[in-house]
């Protein structure tokens, strides 16, 4: 509970202290990584459909509606990072660094909770 917290405390408050590119950032991890996780498992000939009681959220986020959101989210975000400074970039990559980091740990939390 407390990784779950602590990411959405996070992203709550680059929301209300950054601008819109950086809140973007901030939910970039789970946006892009939610669809390359479950893509992965989808196309894993390994992945046990069966029975997984995954298989439903596997599902969602490889379903073309999420799939078109990843693409339009990860576009937004290459066409306007182009346009910031460079110190501004390294600012949105330090971001993007500590929502990947939370994000690790709200999966960690998961699968410890076996």
Not at 34 to 60: C, H, P, S, V
Not at 70 to 99: C, N, T
């Amino acid at each position: 509970m407390t990784a779950c917290t602590a990411y959405s405390r996070y992203i709550l408050d680059v929301g209300q202290s950054e601008d819109w590119l950086a809140l973007q950032m901030a939910l970039a991890p789970c946006l892009i990584g939610y669809g390359a996780i479950a893509q992965r498992l989808y196309t894993d000939k390994d992945t046990l459909r069966q029975g997984n009681r995954y298989w439903k959220w596997i599902e969602n986020y490889v379903a073309e509606d999420y799939s078109e959101a990843v693409r339009l989210g990860s576009e937004l975000l290459e066409r306007h990072m182009r346009e910031v400074s460079p110190s501004r970039m390294e600012e949105l990559i330090q971001i993007f660094i500590r929502a990947t980091e939370l994000e690790i740990r709200f999966w960690d939390m998961g699968l410890g909770a076996r």
